[in-house]
């Protein structure tokens, strides 16, 4: 179970407003983001207003846009939204899993007073989804009076993998193999991520770069149930630090060397 708190992103957008009125104006303006990205503050201060006094722009020259549209340019939601990311390991994906949430937000009670309420939340996490799919709770984030209770967002971020790499659907995993192997040929044991072990066999002479594909043996297709994408093996060639006279002649003869 994970502990989460809402912070009122709303009291964060008014501290940058307090804090940083102009620098929130020139975000707001492409053509003067621009200038400040290539000149800094000095370019801003040389150019005249735009539309100084009339025009569409107002009476400053600012473009004068929503706050809640400028927030959710430059940090990824709305005010009156939150979002938060939730962490999954490779397993969990593969495999899927159920995640319990605790939240702490802010309610506004039948007398209009606000409060803080915890809840546990369930998130059904199904095999096969990808880094940036979105769980969305509506009316679950904090609650203000008068106003609409905003909705609490959870976005899946994978945690890295020590063994396996993902790409998409597939899966990618790096095997050594040695040299003897690497010509005569083996039998690679992979284990998967839901405990099972493959033996795959190589019957090619295996090269530095050389790859072979397991197909659907890669991640589960979120959106084409029973469906997988493929396994791609990877391999890397030990080859030995020391030989002896006669290992290296016999490696001359059985190559024709």
């Not at 971020?157 to 396996?164: A, G, Q």
Request: glycine fraction near 10%; proline fraction near 7%; charge should be negative.
């Amino acid at each position: 179970q994970d502990n989460f708190c809402i912070f009122p992103s709303y009291l964060f957008l008014n501290v940058l407003c307090l804090l940083f009125p102009s620098f929130l104006q020139v975000l707001s303006d492409p053509q003067k983001r621009a200038i400040y990205d290539q000149y800094g503050e000095e370019g801003l201060n040389e150019i005249p207003p735009s539309g100084f006094g009339n025009g569409p722009n107002g009476a400053n020259g600012f473009n004068s846009r929503n706050a809640e549209d400028i927030f959710a340019e430059f940090f990824g939601s709305s005010p009156f939204g939150f979002e938060s990311k939730l962490s999954c390991t490779l397993e969990e994906l593969y495999s899927g899993s159920t995640r319990k949430m605790k939240i702490s937000r802010t309610v506004v009670d039948s007398h209009g007073r606000q409060a803080q309420e915890t809840e546990i939340l369930t998130i059904d996490v199904k095999p096969g989804w990808k880094k940036g799919t979105k769980i969305t709770f509506p009316d679950k984030g904090n609650e203000q009076p008068n106003q609409q209770p905003a909705d609490l967002i959870f976005m899946i971020d994978e945690k890295p993998h020590n063994v396996y790499k993902r790409d998409g659907n597939d899966l990618m995993i790096h095997h050594r193999v040695t040299m003897a192997e690497a010509l005569g040929g083996t039998t690679a044991s992979i284990d998967t991520l839901d405990g099972r072990t493959l033996s795959v066999p190589v019957t090619d002479i295996v090269s530095p770069g050389y790859e072979l594909v397991v197909a659907r043996e890669g991640m589960p297709i979120a959106k084409e149930p029973g469906n997988r994408g493929d396994l791609i093996i990877k391999f890397e060639v030990k080859f030995p630090t020391k030989l002896t006279m006669e290992q290296r002649a016999g490696l001359k003869c059985f190559l024709g060397g």
